[in-house]
């Protein structure tokens, strides 16, 4: 076979209605390569995979499929897993009250007149975690691992069911910097033992770290398929996007004005421990036209700390408040609302939208009082509040009665975005705002936030994107099991420098004000 080419898909095309997801596109890949396909949300990407994992049947689409040199006609993914392909999503189909012998052999167990012979289920997960250098007893409940050994479990998930193409889908999107060395470190062992790799991600970084190849598709059609090595970041982004992007951070500075919130040793209980803390003595503020970031380690309390800000934690805050030098009570969202506040949570899909309702009846939700007339919602006001929120925000959707779950990832974060810009907020707390969002939309919200606070917004950021944190902020403030260990200016900020306050391996405690 030439050039070892396990795999081809030759001019595939998918519509849906009124829509052209894929056009024509010619994707292959190699035996032992990992091959980056990269794209805008509404590339066609997942779609594109989506086919190769037979959750497109092959009577949905045109062009064929072929894998190892025989043409493949999936009419569901069993039929994709048996041929040897697996897919590990973003959202990872693990479950938590299973153990990882469970899990890994899920829907294959080994049984016998219905008994399952439990020590060949714990022998075969032992065998498979072997093969990836990985020590994790295969009795512990999933849910007790972390997000990294949770997404190695999947992949010794799709090596047990011996699979020869895995695909993987934004798989550090909630990694440490840690576990993404060691995914990459399996990862690379993998490709030595001969398995093909596709890996999407928008992290070029991790892209130029990993790929041997990179293909680009825009707007359903496959641009162009590279070695890594003739390519560069800006020309990759360049293929993405259409157009150059010069600078994805925008330069403008907003000179900052009055302080719009403040909070004072402020403190948040661990509510499924007694006693314990998620956040301890938290000093923070942010002013009109400021941008003030918050950076730390998964589980260091940002997103705690913010959650609780907005009376939306499961335990309340304890501490002081003020908006405007005004000390208030917050203690729900709605509260939180009346204040001036706004919330887009770091989860768009659980937390921030109603996927299977319209894009306008997700950009009124939070603000109805203002297009209701005794109880009842005026249909002609929520239609313009949301047409003129879909402009301002350059949202990609043919109408805004069009479902949000049919836009691409970046237009779901814009809605989500719409939908609190909608209650005109004073200070808008924005939690990982471009998590699994391209590099074209990213740029985009970046602009917006500027625009936001050339207007007198205050806004905080949440991320744990440094090159985010660094490229947007005014201030930053660094988050370490809790407490905040550090704040500082942006002329003074460096990755190295957040990574050491982040991990509690610095300790005296700049102030920026």
């Known amino acids: 076979m030439a050039e070892n080419i396990v795999l081809q898909m030759v001019e595939i095309t998918k519509d849906f209605p009124g829509v052209r997801a894929l056009s024509r596109v010619n994707f ?6 990992i091959h980056a396909l990269v794209g805008e949300n509404g590339a066609g990407k997942s779609t ?3 086919i190769l994992s037979g959750v497109y049947p092959y009577y949905s689409y045109q062009g064929k499929l072929i894998l190892f040199g025989k043409e493949q006609k999936f009419t569901k993914p069993r039929d994709a897993e048996q041929a040897g392909i697996a897919i ?25 007149y219905g008994l399952v012979n439990w020590e060949r289920v714990n ?16 009795r512990t409940k999933v849910k007790n691992l972390g997000v990294g050994q949770k997404q190695l479990v999947e992949i010794a998930k799709a090596l047990s069911l011996h699979s020869k193409v895995l695909i993987l889908d934004e798989p550090t999107a909630a990694l440490t910097e840690t576990e993404v060395v060691q995914l990459f470190n399996v990862l690379r062992t993998l490709k030595q033992k001969g398995m093909t790799l596709i890996y999407i991600s928008h992290r070029m970084g991790e892209v130029f770290e990993i790929a041997d190849r990179i293909s680009v598709l825009r707007d359903g059609q496959l641009i162009c398929t590279e070695d890594r090595e003739n390519m560069t970041h800006q020309k990759v982004v360049s293929l993405m996007v259409g157009r150059e ?6 330069d403008a500075h907003i000179e900052p004005g009055e302080e719009l919130l403040k909070i004072e040793n402020y403190s948040v209980p661990n509510p499924d421990k007694v006693g314990k803390w998620v956040v301890k003595g938290a000093n923070l503020a942010v002013r009109a036209g400021e941008i003030v970031g918050i950076a730390g380690l998964l589980g260091s309390g940002r997103t705690e700390l913010v959650s609780a800000i907005f009376g939306a934690y499961k335990s309340k805050g304890i501490g002081k408040i003020y908006i405007k030098g005004r000390k208030v009570t917050i203690k729900n969202p709605k509260q939180a609302i009346r204040q001036g506040l706004a919330f887009v949570t770091e989860d768009r899909k659980f ?20 297009i209701s007339k005794n109880g009842l919602i005026l249909k002609p006001a929520e239609k313009r509040l949301a047409e003129s929120l879909v402009k301002d925000l350059r949202i990609k959707t043919p109408g805004v009665n069009i479902r949000v779950s049919n836009l691409s990832g970046g237009n779901q974060q814009k809605v989500v975005l719409a939908k609190w810009l909608a209650t005109k907020p004073m200070i808008l707390i924005l939690d990982e705002p471009t998590r699994g969002v391209d590099v074209g939309a990213k740029s985009e919200i970046y602009q917006i936030m500027k625009e936001l606070a050339a207007n007198g917004v205050g806004i905080i950021m949440v991320s744990s994107d440094l090159p985010e944190i660094i490229g947007m902020s005014d201030r930053i403030y660094v988050t370490h099991q809790g407490e905040i260990t550090a704040e500082l200016k942006k002329s003074e900020a460096t990755e190295e420098l957040i990574m050491q306050y982040a991990t509690g391996t610095r300790y005296e405690m700049p102030k920026a004000l």
Do not use: Y
């Not at 992007?245 to 925008?250: E, K, V």
């Not at 937390?351 to 203002?370: D, F, P, R, V, Y």
């Open 351 to 370: 937390n921030g939208l109603l996927l299977q309702s319209s894009i306008m009846q997700n950009i009124s939700l939070a603000s109805l009082k203002t």
């Open 245 to 250: 992007i010069t600078s994805l951070f925008p």
């Open 123 to 138: 022998e075969r997960a032992k065998k498979v975690l072997k093969q990836l250098n990985l020590e994790i007893n295969v």
């Open 48 to 50: 594109l995979m989506k």
């Open 88 to 112: 590990i999503h973003q959202e990872l189909m693990l479950i938590n009250e299973l153990s990882v012998a469970e899990n890994i052999s899920l829907g294959h167990l080994d049984s016998r």
């Open 28 to 33: 292959s890949a190699k035996k032992g390569e």
